[in-house]
């Protein structure tokens, strides 16, 4: 009864097996099988004659061979499970493949960043939106409808000690300006230092499209900026030489004249304590005169922008201001 | 940043930053061009080409007059605006009929370039069912030993694996899926290209059974002409950073009840120069001082236990 059963079970199990087709693959030479890149290398020699003979099926049979073998090699991979879908965890590339780019280099730090790394000043993620107890409400930080936009402005006060007519407009525009050009200044500064090339000093900024003024500057810069001001330098054809320009600045030693810094010192003090105000009494007059005339000048624009306003009341002098007869109110 | 000329939006800078060479690479693009006179053959097998490298891949519509082997200037330049590292190049004329022109490159200048005649063509459409969805990711089978032998089809067998290489989407990729299976086989000195689905089916064990399905392209290629890289430039382009590589943990082992164990390297101490007077625990306590004052110094006594300050030190024989 035993060996029946056992036979009984036996048949089951090869009947059962013969439903299902074997997934072992016999090769000659062992197929390299390669999970990192899902590739399959097969050094095999192809058997011309089967080949030629049943071209399509051989074909279809090699690939399903091969196939086969790197599935096998799939399904012994560790598994885990992901969002209710099973993934096999696939091991490193074996073949090394050429990269589309060059390793990529080490940045160079910036200035700031050198420092916080010496001070170990962490780095420190800012909410973008702030509230604003004035209009409590959530603005953003900066920029575009934030506490400080310019566009906000509609009411500037002016401060107790600044000019009646200064535009404080302009003047915070001018300063947002400002603000901006010193940070795009210190931006490529960083830059310039990563590739450690040479950034010219005060008076010229570093821009990618320069004017033709400031090219210019540039150029007569450099020219002066040798031990004899330019003087044996080469001129170009059509180059326009600047005639005062071969001044040299001369300065004091730093150390050993002790009786000139000591007179110099005294003067300063005299004129401190002991002396009365410097006052150039031409040059006060003509200052009062001149702002007279600017007042005047902008009156009659006015009156001109109003109406037809008297253009010719006025002597052609006083109308166009300075521009006039320079000498007339010396 | 260190670009001089700062991106105006987050739209532009996300495709700069991606554009920078990486520690781990992105999956390469590649452009499929066409030339000043091309074939049906050669415009079909393009786009079948190029939609099973969707999305990874650009379409250019118009036809360029471009001669890859003789000026490649034009194709580094679109390679750079493109960011492609890979290209196809598409042409027809009587000297070399349905001509592809497939290469790489390597920090935007020219790797490696392989002419390819196109002997027979079947396209998709052509294969009566249903197709896998675009993007799916392949597994490649070369076979052949010329892949092995030759050095150009070397070259060729590793410039294939980058085309169709999947994306790095971390190292986990689903067991269970069907998927296209370009077929790489050399024999009479011809490529044949053939793409299948794979059908899992039951077998007796765990692992399924593999059946395949052809429904792609099918083309014999003829290499013609190549344009292969120097050896070191090519050492150069396999380079991997030292970041990129596992660190090995030296000196740290785990024992079968999972616990660390770590190896501590000491340089060699020198237990003459030793302080002990120093040492609080090596002193010795008043009352005993006095005892041993007054007894009187016995050798036998030396040699037992010393008690010192409710330490016991004890001292060889």
Known sequence: MAASTNELVQ????????????????????????????????????????????????????????????????????????????VAEIPDPQIRIPREKP??????????????????????????????????????????????????????????????????????????????????????RNIARAQKSKVPGIGLIPKLQQSQDE???????????????????????????????????????????????????????????????????????????????????????????????????????????????????? | MHRIVKPKNKRSKRFLDAKESQIIENTKTAMFIRGSQTSDVVNNALKEI???????????TKKNNIRPFEDFTSLEFFSNKNDASLFVFGSHNKKRPHNLVMGHLYDYHLLDM????????????????????????????????????????????????????PGSDGAKRPPRWARACPLLHCCDGKVVLKSYKTLLKKSGTKTPRVELEEIGPSMDLVMRRTHLATTDLYKRSLKVPKTAKPKKRKNISIDAFKTTHGRVHMEKQDLGNLQTRKMKALKRVREEKKQKEAQPRNKELRSQCIRVRNKILIKPA
Request: proline share 4%.
């Open chain 2, 114 to 165: 392989f002419e390819l005649g196109i002997e027979s063509f079947q396209s998709m459409n052509s294969f009566k069912n249903t197709k896998l969805t675009v993007g799916s990711k392949p597994c490649l089978v070369f076979a052949g030993e010329l892949f092995n032998s030759d050095h150009s089809y070397k070259r060729l067998k590793y410039f294939l694996i980058s085309k169709f290489l």
């Open chain 1, 103 to 188: 390793v990529p280099k080490a940045k160079k730090l910036t200035k700031w960043q050198e420092y916080a790394e010496l001070k170990g000043i962490q780095k420190r993620k800012r909410s973008r939106l702030v509230f604003d107890e004035e209009t409590k409400e959530w603005v953003p930080r900066f920029g575009y409808k934030s506490k400080n936009d310019l566009k906000k402005d509609w009411l500037l006060e002016v401060p107790d000690n600044a000019d009646p007519f200064e535009d404080q407009f302009a003047k915070k525009k001018g300063e947002k300006k400002e603000r901006v050009a010193k940070n795009e200044l210190q931006r490529l």
């Open chain 2, 50 to 60: 190029y939609i099973m490298k969707k999305p990874n891949a650009v379409m250019f």
């Open chain 1, 11 to 86: 048949d089951v199990l090869e009947s059962v097996k013969k439903q299902f087709k074997s997934i072992t693959v016999e090769k000659d030479i062992e197929v390299d099988v390669d999970c990192g890149n899902l590739l399959v290398c097969d050094q095999n020699p192809i058997d011309i004659k089967l080949y030629r003979s049943n071209r399509n099926e051989f074909i279809s049979s090699l690939a399903r061979d091969n196939t086969q073998l790197l599935f096998n090699q799939i399904w012994k991979l560790p598994i885990h499970k992901v969002d209710d879908v099973v």
């Open chain 1, 215 to 330: 090219v210019n500057q540039a150029f007569h810069l450099a020219k002066k900026s040798t031990a004899s001001i330019g003087r044996f330098e080469e001129k170009l054809p059509k180059e326009i030489v600047e005639k005062n320009s071969r001044k040299k600045r001369k300065f004091e030693p730093t150390f050993g004249q002790l009786d000139k810094e000591k007179d110099r010192e005294k003067k300063i003090l005299n004129h401190i304590l002991l002396g009365k105000p410097k006052l150039d009494i031409a040059k006060a007059v003509n200052k009062e005169m001149r702002d007279g005339e600017v007042v005047e000048d902008e009156r009659e624009s006015r009156r001109r922008q109003k109406g037809r306003g008297s253009k010719k009341a006025l002597p052609k002098s006083v109308r166009r201001g300075n521009r006039g007869n320079k000498s007339s109110y010396r």
